[in-house]
């Protein structure tokens, strides 16, 4: 007779080794830059949530959008429910309720005002935003609440908080 097993050998204490593997296939990477969906539209990458990390998925974007009206598209596209392929392929959104709010005089050059502070958002939400919003060859995104007394924060859309949104931090804008 032959037998097999997983060779972990069965215990009667309490173990907590993580969550399952996930059978999902996030994809790695993300759009090109200069892919295009149609004329007048780019392919942007937004980062949803694909088992207990973040994956690019790409959505199509108007080319004259810039600035806050850019961020509330890219916003929008965040709290959009994936489509079938891609819930089929396990992904899924933690953004939801936010607005993009007008910037502040003296804000640094890019900040995206939510209409919550970011440093309350949970885990997923916030990095989804960041990696989302995060430009130029540092990954970096700038982040604020709506009000005077939240200052922006910088967040960086790393390796690591693409493996583990709860790593995403910020420090104090310049």
């Known amino acids: 007779m032959l037998a097999t097993g997983c060779g972990i050998r069965p215990t009667s204490v309490p173990v907590d080794a993580g969550s399952a593997p996930s059978r999902a296939e996030c994809a790695p990477g993300g759009p090109s830059p200069a892919a295009r969906s149609a004329d007048g539209e780019t392919v942007r990458a937004v980062y949803l949530v694909c088992g207990t990390q973040l994956a690019p998925v790409p959505r199509s974007v108007p080319d004259d959008l810039a600035g806050t009206e850019l961020a509330a598209r890219m916003l929008a596209e965040l709290e959009r429910e994936p489509g079938e392929d891609e819930k089929q392929a396990g992904y899924s959104t933690a953004v939801s309720g936010l607005r993009v709010a007008d910037g502040l005089s003296g804000d ?47 967040y960086r859309c790393t390796d690591d908080a693409l493996r583990a949104p709860e790593n995403t931090v910020g420090e104090p804008a310049a």
Not at 112 to 130: E, F, I, K, T, Y
């Open 108 to 154: 640094p050059a890019g900040t995206v005002r939510l209409s919550r502070d970011p440093q309350g958002l949970g885990s997923p939400m916030l990095a989804q935003l960041v990696c989302t919003y995060a430009a130029g060859e540092e990954r970096t995104a700038v982040l604020a609440g709506p009000e005077a007394g939240d200052p922006p924060y910088t």
